[in-house]
């Protein structure tokens, strides 16, 4: 019954590394969404998606890019990872219609030392 | 953008009703109230949104203020493994875009 998969539960990297995550749906929705989690702070979206090789800005995207070249799979890419990108990563998909829910993946938690 | 205000904790005994508060009082009148919860270490779980009715299903009942300025989440017996964080989101209208707060910690206590 799995929605949403994301590659990793635990990464740990080195500054400087360029770092993917990978986010895999397969409810064939259009949309897709990276959230960042930081204690005290909730879930902040770095990036979402509507469709195939479209993207837009979330709240806090600097330090990161996306990719989605199929409609299943989004990415996330840290170009240069530093401490400070240090979080636990969240993929969504909501669904095109707005009543109803989306559905997350199980999270990554990224530890960048 | 609507956004939310919530507690940021509650505790509830084990076997009675939670009620988480939320505040969202700049809500449009096309955006929905949806209800998640997050347990440590888990990607967010949907429990229930509703629009304006009152919605019920096998997890909570969800109760919208006739002003849909606010609205409650009813646990109606808690249990342990109903302890988590519980956010409480209104959809931005014009897109998909899910605006989270900081959500409540509920602790349901033995």
């Known amino acids: 019954d799995v929605k949403v998969t994301q590659s990793s539960r635990y990464l740990v990297k080195r500054t400087g590394e360029k770092v993917f995550l990978e986010c895999v749906q397969d409810m064939d929705h259009e949309n897709m969404f990276w959230y960042r989690q930081d204690p005290g702070l909730g879930l902040r979206l770095i990036y979402f998606?509507?469709?195939?090789?479209?993207?837009e800005k979330g709240d806090i995207p600097e330090g990161y890019s996306v990719s989605r070249e199929k409609k299943e799979r989004f990415s996330l890419i840290l170009e240069s990872a530093s401490t400070n990108q240090t979080s636990m990563y969240l993929c969504?998909?909501?669904?095109?219609?707005?009543?109803?829910?989306?559905?997350f993946g199980q999270g990554t938690r990224l530890t960048v030392v | 953008d609507a956004k939310t205000t919530q507690p940021p904790s509650m505790d509830c005994a084990e076997g009675r009703a939670a009620n988480l508060p939320c505040n969202h009082s700049t809500i449009s009148g096309n955006e929905y109230v949806y209800w998640y919860r997050q347990i440590h270490s888990q990607g967010p779980q949907y429990i229930i949104h509703g629009l304006k009715n009152n919605e019920t299903n096998e997890m909570a009942s969800l109760i919208i203020t006739e002003d849909r300025k606010s609205s409650t989440l009813i646990l109606p017996h808690a249990t342990l493994r109903d302890t988590a964080v519980y956010y409480c989101i209104v959809r931005t209208s014009g897109t998909y875009k899910y605006i989270f707060g900081t959500g409540t910690r509920l602790k349901v206590l033995a």
């Open positions: 969504a998909s909501p669904p095109d219609r707005a009543n109803t829910e989306a559905f």
């Open positions: 998606s509507y469709d195939v090789k479209m993207k």
